[in-house]
């Protein structure tokens, strides 16, 4: 017997994934991101952009959608840097480039607290990374983590 469909496991279309990314690009959204390591607050109001978009979707499945982008994108980036590699690409890879990638024509525009620059070490997570993988602030009940 298949496992029950919980909310937290809903496919996601093309069009919310699209809309999903556009409303993580946004400036005002990329800087509350990068403001705080709890950012289950702004997962919260990415959540309500979507469903003003007609997408329901709660926090932890925005969350995890935009963890799961992240980290398909930073595959195809880490596979796109070995010599020699078949160069790999991923769905949305432009849009997701633009938030990412630091693409200097982009129009999303990411906001640097010099104080608090992290340099990137290969084999550990990035800011961005550890900001997606902070405990929520919320009763999950005796799973603990989300």
């Not at 919980?6 to 991101?33: C, F, H, K, M, Y």
């Not at 880490?78 to 630091?102: D, K, R, T, W």
């Not at 104080?115 to 997570?125: I, L, M, Q, T, Y």
Request: glycine residues 8%; negative net charge.
């Amino acid at each position: 017997m298949p496992a029950p469909c919980t909310r937290r496991s809903l496919t996601w279309s093309n069009a919310g994934q699209l809309d999903l990314v556009s409303i993580w690009g946004e400036e005002a959204v990329q800087s509350q991101l990068h403001s705080s390591h709890r950012n289950y607050d702004t997962f919260g109001q990415i959540s309500r952009y979507m469903t003003e978009r007609g997408h329901d979707r709660d926090t932890l499945q925005c969350r995890g959608k935009v963890k799961e982008l992240w980290n398909i994108y930073y595959k195809a980036e880490e596979a796109n840097h070995h010599s020699g590699a078949v160069p790999m690409c991923c769905q949305f890879y432009e849009e997701l480039n633009a938030i990412l990638g630091g693409n200097p024509n982009s129009t999303v525009k990411s906001t640097v607290d010099t104080s608090e620059a992290h340099v990137p070490v290969k084999s550990g997570p990035s800011q961005e990374e550890e900001n997606l993988d902070e405990d929520v602030e919320v009763d999950e009940g005796p799973r603990g983590r989300g």
